[in-house]
Each structure stands twice: as C-alpha cells, then as structure tokens.
C-alpha cells in the first residue's frame, strides 16, 4: 500500500514562489511515473504536470509551463513542484498523485490514470 503525503502549501503573494514536496513511502517508487493536479473550490480537478519513473521526461499543462518545474529524487522517495510567479489563478489544493505505469503517455492528463493520490496541500495566491 503506497502512502503519498504532499507538504509546502502556503499563503502566497501574486508574483511569489513555492515549493511542493510529495513523499512516498510504502511502494516502489523508483518504478511508477507521478503527476501533480490541483482542484479550486467549485471546479474539476486539474492537471498540472507529470514526470516519468527516471525523471528524464516531464510534461506541464499549458496553463503553468514555463512556471512550474517538475521533478523527482528516486534515491529520497521524493517528488517536488517548484512554482514561480505564482498567480491568484493557481490557487488550489494541490495534490500528489502515482501512475500505474512507469512511463508518460497521452492521457496523462487523465487523473483516471493514477493509481494512488495524497491528502492535498493548499495553495493561496493573493492579489
């Protein structure tokens, strides 16, 4: 049973940075692709980024690329999100998620593709 626990969510002025960390702890972490997504209060859970079991390959939605930057430390179990010139848009709860697969694909995008999910870590963006 993989167990996901996100951490570094904040209040955060317009033009800031954060730092999210996810950390995974009974599975094999080393083997599965992970992803980030992000749900406002009112709309449908999002897809923020993804990244493949080596870290080698990454893919952002539209909405953060050039913003976000997605990454892993497989020696750590750790998986991190690191948010620049953050926007009253990004306000959200952000969660970790794990894929079924080690790779990145097409439906990335799909939270249907991942198999295990963290409790979430709020993000606040103020104007």
């Known amino acids: 049973q993989v167990q996901l626990v996100e951490s570094g969510g904040g209040l955060v002025q317009a033009g800031d940075s954060l730092r999210l960390s996810c950390a995974a702890s009974g599975g094999s972490f080393r083997s599965n692709a992970m992803g980030w997504f992000r749900q406002a209060p009112g709309q449908e859970r999002e897809f923020v980024a993804a990244i493949n079991w080596s870290g080698a390959n990454t893919y952002y939605a539209d909405s953060v690329k050039g913003r976000f930057t997605i990454s892993r430390d497989n020696a750590k179990n750790t998986m991190s999100l690191q948010m620049n010139t953050l926007k009253p848009a990004d306000t959200a709860v952000y969660y970790c998620?794990?894929?079924?697969?080690?790779?990145?694909?097409?439906?990335?995008?799909?939270?249907?593709?991942?198999?295990?999910w963290g409790q979430g870590t709020q993000v606040t963006v103020s104007s």
């Open positions: 998620a794990m894929k079924h697969t080690r790779y990145l694909s097409s439906r990335d995008y799909d939270d249907k593709e991942y198999d295990y």
